[in-house]
Antibody, heavy 128, light 107 residues
């Protein structure tokens, strides 16, 4: 069974930092691109960041570029999001979401840019 | 940036009836559109990708149609568990963008 389990959320003051983790199981983690998607309270879904299977390709939403850093450890089946200079508008539930596998070539695997499995989310609250 | 517009914002339908949800894109997506269902307190669940292909385990009462800029999600006979918020997501262009959602509520 595919599972994604986020952790690391909590209450942090504006300007502070937090590191989120996502533990994956039930599939070959190293084949898949993984994303962070967030949802502010009572609001819709916002894509935050993406990392390809071998960390070759990394992308960020403009709203977090320069403040957030995505990374992964394929040996530990884990995804991370380092969040610095946090703002009130970063308050949200943060989901890790797996991209459906598109294809693999001799060097890497590539996703299809939509999300077939999601974790249950971890709440980040930025407030003084 | 592609803008995704879902309508209506809220749809009230009785159980057993058909629900039709719309998603419009500001530029052509070909068929690169997905639909998700989200229930309160839960993560989103993939329903449809490629505009019309049901994801694994999704009941046949869910169907997607459309291409280009106009897309529709149809639920043929609403069950109690179908009342939720539905989001469309484009993946034709980077970055992926979601619509603002349609809340499907019991009439």
């Amino acid at each position: 069974e595919v599972q994604l389990v986020e952790s690391g959320g909590g209450l942090v003051k504006p300007g502070g930092s937090l590191r989120l983790s996502c533990a994956a199981s039930g599939f070959t983690f190293s084949y898949y691109s993984i994303n962070w998607v967030r949802q502010a309270p009572g609001k819709g879904l916002e894509w935050v960041s993406s990392i390809s299977s071998s960390s070759t390709y990394i992308y960020y939403a403009d709203s977090v570029k320069g403040r957030f850093t995505i990374s992964r450890d394929n040996a530990k089946n884990s995804l991370y999001l380092q969040m610095n200079s946090l703002r009130a508008e970063d308050t949200a539930v943060y989901y890790c979401a797996r991209e459906e596998l598109g294809y693999c070539d001799s060097t890497s695997c590539y996703g299809n840019y939509y999300f077939d499995y999601w974790g249950q989310g971890t709440l980040v609250t930025v407030s003084s | 940036e592609i803008v995704m517009t879902q309508s209506p914002a809220t749809l009230s339908v009785s159980p057993g009836e058909r629900a039709t949800l719309s998603c419009r894109a500001s530029q052509s997506l070909s068929s690169n559109l997905a639909w998700y269902q989200q229930k309160p307190g839960q993560a989103p669940r993939l329903l449809i990708y490629g505009a019309s292909t049901r994801a694994t385990g999704i009941p046949a009462r869910f169907s997607g149609s459309g291409s280009g800029t106009e897309f529709t999600l149809t639920i043929s006979s609403l069950q109690s568990e179908d009342f939720a918020v539905y989001y469309c997501q484009q993946y034709n262009n980077w970055p992926p963008f979601f619509g603002q959602g349609t809340k499907l509520e019991i009439k």
